[in-house]
């Protein structure tokens, strides 16, 4: 299994990026799958997560910033980020879930955005 994460960068307070994981060795559409975030000194939050139906859910702190699609047809999540600020710089993580008798729960290397003028 493997979760591959991209487009990370420095990005200007204001600015966009967007950020792409692209999964292998899962049936990627059962999985939900997920955006995380490890910012120094802090514990890992959960950003924004889809479930395989399609559902979507968001941190507090980045409703109305941030957009998460997945293409099943790729075997890939993305997260779209707007309005970037210096709070968002962090580690951001791709995590894909399943669960029916186990529980499946993989991690990606993660990709470093940095928010700073």
């Known amino acids: 299994v493997q979760l591959v994460e991209s487009g990370g960068g420095l990005v200007q307070p204001g600015g966009s990026l967007r950020l792409s994981c692209a999964a292998s060795?899962?049936?990627?559409?059962?999985?939900?799958m997920g955006w995380y975030r490890q910012a120094p000194g802090k514990q890992r939050e959960l950003v924004a997560a889809?479930?395989?139906?399609?559902?979507?859910n968001y941190a507090d702190s980045v409703k109305g910033r941030f957009t998460i699609s997945r293409d099943n047809a790729k075997n890939a999540v993305y997260l779209q980020m707007n309005s970037l600020k210096p709070e968002d710089t962090a580690v951001y993580y791709c995590?894909?879930?399943?669960?029916?008798?186990?529980?499946?729960?993989?991690w990606g290397q993660g990709t470093q955005v940095t928010v700073s003028s």
């Open positions: 995590n894909s879930k399943y669960t029916n008798i186990y529980a499946y729960s993989y």
């Open positions: 060795g899962i049936s990627f559409s059962i999985y939900a």
């Open positions: 889809i479930t395989s139906g399609g559902s979507t």
